[in-house]
């Protein structure tokens, strides 16, 4: 047995214990498994499986005497039948997968698929909660996280009351500081299901399907909203996680 008989079977699809079996046996000829295991220099325990590989692939045959199984190696013609076959197995794969490549494509892009876009103002603010909600249905839900600052409560107060003609009829849970409670937009909103916490809130925030929207209320108040499944599902774990101590 030489090294490179065994290293060209493998270039053709062999693993490193089948050629060294299929070598061995074809100068054994029809032999029983104990001197294939001395000649090829394969694991007793492995030997079996190695077998039925081969005669699967159709290059080892046996017979059976008196109750033994003598193996024999297969004309090596028959390797040329293998790699045949093999040829007809990949071609029927890679037209398998020329039908599916473009719905995996797409899959892709979705799953890849991450942006973000800033808007600064009220007007810009709108704008991106008007692109939050519009690929939403009723069925969804808006998480959120809300921290009251009495700086700017009043200004938010009135700019969340003046959208409520695009997300009244979504439904909305969300998680606030504890002085958001004294907020008359809180007491007033009806569509609104909160819960508030003395834990520290990550900012004010809304997660809905692989988007988040990120408002910093400040003398120009900006927001940036982000497409990112990963980022989204993060979010929207921690929610849930809080959403069980916040009362």
């Known amino acids: 047995m030489t090294n490179k008989e065994i290293y060209d079977l493998?270039?053709?699809?062999?693993?490193?214990?089948?050629?060294k079996v299929y070598v061995a046996l074809s100068g054994l000829g029809s032999s029983t498994v104990g001197p294939i295991v001395k000649k090829s220099g394969v694991a007793y325990s492995k030997v079996y499986d190695i077998l039925n590989r081969?005669?699967?692939?159709?290059?080892?045959?046996?017979?059976?005497?008196?109750?033994?199984?003598?193996?024999?190696?297969?004309?090596?013609?028959?390797?040329v039948e293998y790699l045949n076959e093999k040829?007809?197995?990949?071609?029927?794969?890679?037209?398998?997968?020329?039908?599916?490549?473009?719905?995996l494509e797409k899959l892709q892009e979705v799953k890849n698929q991450q942006e973000a876009e800033v808007f600064l103002g009220k007007r810009g603010l709108r704008t991106a909660y008007e692109k939050l909600y519009k690929t939403i249905s009723k069925n969804d839900e808006i998480l959120f996280f809300y921290i009251h600052?009495?700086?700017?409560?009043?200004?938010?107060?009135?700019?969340?009351?003046?959208?409520?003609?695009?997300?009244?009829?979504?439904?909305?849970?969300?998680?606030?500081?504890?002085?958001?409670k004294k907020s008359w937009f809180a007491k007033k909103s009806k569509h609104l299901t909160m819960k508030f916490s003395s834990i520290p809130i990550p900012g004010n925030i809304d997660i809905v399907e692989d988007?988040?929207?990120?408002?910093?209320?400040?003398?120009?108040?900006?927001?940036?909203?982000?497409?990112?499944?990963?980022?989204a599902d993060s979010l929207r774990n921690y929610f849930n996680e809080m959403w069980k101590v916040a009362k």
């Open 10 to 19: 493998q270039n053709i699809g062999l693993t490193k214990g089948e050629a």
């Open 54 to 79: 081969l005669i699967g692939k159709g290059i080892v045959s046996y017979i059976v005497k008196n109750k033994t199984k003598y193996f024999q190696a297969a004309s090596p013609s028959n390797l």
């Open 87 to 103: 040829e007809k197995e990949i071609s029927i794969q890679k037209e398998t997968l020329i039908k599916i490549i473009p719905n």
């Open 149 to 180: 600052d009495e700086k700017y409560g009043e200004e938010s107060n009135l700019f969340y009351n003046s959208i409520t003609d695009i997300s009244k009829n979504i439904k909305n849970r969300g998680i606030c500081n504890k002085d958001y």
């Open 211 to 231: 988007k988040v929207l990120i408002v910093v209320w400040s003398e120009m108040v900006f927001s940036v909203l982000i497409q990112s499944q990963s980022l």
